[in-house]
């Protein structure tokens, strides 16, 4: 069981301001779609992404949780890459939900203030067109995790939980949604219960490979819908960098 330390009192969030996201550049280093959009980590995004638009043959909206089996596997980095990945396609609305609500970072990554979010929309506090930022870039909007909650899973777990993410298929082509690791805390495997699909972010070389199999055999059989992994942490001849040059 983990044990997490009470946090002090939080400051109040506010409202996200209109197009305050807008005007704030997408920099991160972490962020190769954006970074280095030719390099081979941002083509190795495009693959993951042209496999999720291929299991997908009737272009419906999608929910997709992506989680990991323990912390530090770059699931945050992931969902962010993947995001900016579906968005290069004509037509796609791409919205980033911060799922996370014990130890949120989409808007650090994003270098946003913390705003009103997922947490206070189930809660009743705050609209849902008021919890959602569209960014600097063309195609993504987020949804950070608001106000966190002393007891995320009776929050997640809602019925108002299943509505929300109905609403947001209506408006967005996909919906990927930031969770915690898997193996210590439930919430994964909650909303992947309620979601059209999961992918399970694996750091090549750290995370132990029956790990890996206890993660994806407890989603499944909570009812979620294992799409696949997405491997970080790969060290690969960056040969796309290669043939930008010579293009």
Known sequence: ????????????????????????????????????????????FRALRNSVVALNPDGASRTVVL???????????????????????????????????HHPAIEEYLELPRRQGLA?????????????????????????????????????GSDRMKVVLNQLKQ????????????????????????????LLVVRLGSTPRHYVEQTHNTLEALGGNVLGTCLTGATVEDTARNYARRS
Do not use: H, W
């Not at 408006?171 to 699909?197: H, K, N, Q, W």
């Open 171 to 198: 408006r967005f082509s996909y919906v990927l949604i930031d969770t915690p690791e898997a193996m210590t805390i439930s919430d994964a495997s909650l909303i992947g219960g309620m979601a059209d699909g999961i």
């Open 67 to 101: 989680t990991s089996a323990v912390s530090g596997e770059g699931k945050t980095v992931a969902t962010l890459n993947l995001a900016l990945a579906l968005a290069e396609l004509p037509g796609n609305q791409v919205l980033v939900v911060d799922a996370d609500l």
């Open 1 to 44: 069981m983990a044990l997490f330390r009470k946090s002090g009192p939080q400051e109040p969030l506010q409202p996200a301001k209109p197009d305050e996201a807008r005007n704030r550049p997408v920099r991160r280093e972490e962020l190769a779609m954006v970074r280095e959009p030719r390099g081979q980590i941002a083509e190795q």
């Open 120 to 156: 206070d929309v189930l809660a009743g506090t705050c609209a849902l067109d008021a919890s959602i930022r569209a960014t600097s870039a063309e195609g993504v909007s987020v949804m950070g995790a608001g106000t966190l909650p002393e007891n995320p899973t009776r929050l997640l």
